[in-house]
């Protein structure tokens, strides 16, 4: 209740010019490293992007002034017109470029615990939800790992860390409350001169603990690399384990780091039960439905993620992440967690 009303409060207050701004161009919430000039910023994007630039701009004003009740209508629209402009022609370079800006990338994932060992380590897989079903990865939980790992494939055939289309890792803490999101780079110990070889961190979660046992719904944090003025993500390759984006995190070094949050969702007397507005993208109640925002915009929705059928659900990123970070996220939200149940 509180935060609706705090919504209705803002919409009549001083604080709508500065909110409308960041509608204009949410990319800025994510750009890390010369932050506060404004200026510079769009001189920067213009020149490189030249008419690229125009095309965006009007349609993120156009999807993010269709707020809450117009939303609707215009993502029906705009659902088909997206899947020709989502051309996947290089699936590998594809899963790791940040999401377009103006344009939500719809997605699909489904489960498949079917055989001998699935019900235990289930497939996932991941395709765009629009008329061709591209298919864009895989990911499964390795067996003979001390805590959760899961890979994640451009082959759903080829699911081995060896294999030539292992393009990323989610690995867990052991009580499987943190995950660390990582690209097909290798190990620190075999990094070479210049570590130009060495894994990127492409994301991490962290779920809050329950102690108390109360049952509610998860609280998660997201923790991703910044953006530079090109739009492009920041590379954070950690020399060890102290200086990977969690322990940036803990330690609030957030240089060049973004954190983001699940917004929370709001108790409905009605149906006795929390409620987010997925715009009926998401048609089942669940723990493991959730969106991400940032704290500065939380209307502008980073990523969402919503069970519509028993092993069915609808995933949607937007800029700044990209597939394999999305997909990796929503991995994590599978784990059983017994400390955040």
Known sequence: AATS?????????????IRSEKKKN??????????????????????????????????????NSNKKGKAKKSKKKEERPPSPVIEVDNLEEFVLQPAPQGVTVKCRVTRDKKGM??????????????????FLLAGRKR????????????DPTDLSRGGENFIGKLRSNLMGTRFTVFDNGANPDRANADWSNVRQELSAVV?????????????MTVIIPGMNADCERVP??????NDGLLMRWQNRNMDNVIEL???????NDETQSYVLNFHGRVTHASVKNFQIVHSSDPDYIVMQFGRVADDAFTMDYNYPL????????ALSSFDGKLACE
């Open 117 to 134: 060992d699935r019900g235990l380590y289930p497939t996932y897989y991941l395709h765009l939800d629009n008329d061709k079903k591209v």
């Open 322 to 329: 990209c597939a394999v970070q999305a997909f990796a996220i």
């Open 143 to 154: 067996k003979k790992s001390k805590t959760s790992n899961y890979l994640i494939s451009i």
């Open 236 to 241: 954070i390759r950690p020399r060890n384990d």
């Open 5 to 17: 009303s705090d919504e209705e409060d803002d919409s009549d207050s001083s604080t709508k010019p």
């Open 207 to 219: 779920y809050e603990t329950n102690v108390l046992g109360f049952k509610g719904p998860r609280k």
């Open 261 to 267: 949050h699940n917004k929370a969702p709001v108790w």
């Open 26 to 63: 949410p990319a800025s919430l994510f750009q890390t490293g010369g932050d506060p000039p404004k200026e510079k910023k769009s001189k920067k994007k213009v020149p490189p992007k030249g008419a690229e630039s125009e095309e965006d701009t009007p349609e993120t004003l156009q999807k």
